[in-house]
């Protein structure tokens, strides 16, 4: 039996699921330690009906402690869950009747694609010819038409990829588990597997509740993002949110490149907050932690050069270039301002090129509506 087929076997049991029914689901207050180590602390989540939620954070987050608690492999030390309001805490992976898809695919060698497939409704039980309406249906779907008697070993990675996802399905489960499904693949399979998840789940409607460490897997694939960093949840909202407006510093930097400017004497005017930054006059939307000093946050993408300040002033830095990556169609601008802050900035190629020719001193602008403010200690 292949690595983690054991697992699935505990997932495909339970009764038969016979049309679609996607699950609100609530965690309240859970918390788990091992030992002395907290891997969860006191995590309360909702989980909306038919949903695409992201688990994201680095190694050790907390984020696949997590899903396995949510699948019934792992009981929380404390807290409870629920399922449409009814308490699962402690019930079984069986009990659950959970879809999972793991990282190793965990499909059975010995079997072919029609029989992985069907396995989930042979122990349920599910007549022959409803059985084999459903497989032909999933393998059309997942795009395996062709491949139905090969063994696993005889597929690619993507192949494998989409029977497991095809078993996980096949019996319309409410819930829809995936513990970093694509980290084995290359590059262009991933983003291929990326955009046949998205499909799969607008068509079946089930919620899905998805793990991984790519940032812009998450931003992609999600309606909202759940951002975990040791046993904490930290910030959930919809990928612009999390992106745009992110709740810490560690959010901020974990979501992609972002420049940090230190903000003195931060001052609220009406709808704005002004700070001094290597003697010029930044402006962001006010915010309600806004003190005496700050961070401003703008990310690199969101910034535009000029040969010479504003007529305003506003958010103007001058900077000296001190490098320049080629990025195919966009440019990496890279700038230290005069007290030593870096900036990095991101233009179209030949936009870059234009404002390089004008020498290694530039102006860094951006919109006001693009920046926002961070508490210091964040």
Sequence with gaps: ??????????MAAGPVVTEHAAAEIRAEGIG??????????????????????????????????????????????????????????????????????FQGYALFPHMTVEQNIAFPL???????????????????????????????????????????????????PPVLLLDEPFSALDKHLRGLMQEEVKRLHQEFGTTFVFVTHDQSEALSLSSRVAI?????????????????????????????????????????????????????????????????????????????????????SLNCLAGTVTSSTYLGPATKISLTTSSGTPLSLTLPTDRAAEALRKGPQLWVTWPKDKGFLLPEEA
């Excluded at 039996?1 to 505990?10: I, V």
């Excluded at 009981?75 to 402690?90: E, K």
């Excluded at 063994?151 to 095809?166: D, F, M, N, Y």
């Design 1 to 10: 039996m292949a690595q983690g087929a054991g697992a699935a076997l505990d």
């Design 32 to 101: 788990k330690t091992f030992g002395s180590f907290r891997a969860l602390r006191d995590l309360s989540l909702n989980i909306g009906r038919g949903e695409f939620l992201t688990l994201l954070g680095p190694s050790g987050s907390g984020k696949t402690t997590f899903l396995m608690i949510l699948a019934g492999f792992e009981r929380p030390t404390h807290g409870r869950l629920t399922r449409d309001g009814a308490d699962i805490t402690n019930l079984s992976a069986e009990q659950r009747a959970f879809g999972m898809v």
């Design 122 to 172: 042979n122990i349920r039980k599910v007549p022959a010819e409803e059985t084999r309406k459903r497989v032909a249906d999933m393998v059309a779907r997942v795009g395996l038409a062709g491949h139905e008697r090969k063994l696993p070993t005889k597929l690619s990675g993507g192949q494998q990829q989409r029977v497991a996802l095809a078993r996980a399905l096949v019996f319309e």
């Design 228 to 312: 975990f960093n040791h046993g904490q949840l930290l910030q959930v909202g919809t990928p612009q949110d999390v992106y745009e407006r992110p709740a810490s510093r560690f959010v901020s930097e974990f979501l992609g490149e972002i420049n940090l400017l230190p903000l003195q004497d931060v001052q609220r005017e009406n709808d704005s907050a002004r700070g001094s930054c290597d003697g010029s006059v930044l402006d962001v939307p006010s915010q309600s932690h806004a003190g005496r000093t700050g961070i401003l946050a703008i990310r690199p993408e969101h910034m535009d050069v000029a040969a010479a300040p504003k007529e305003d």
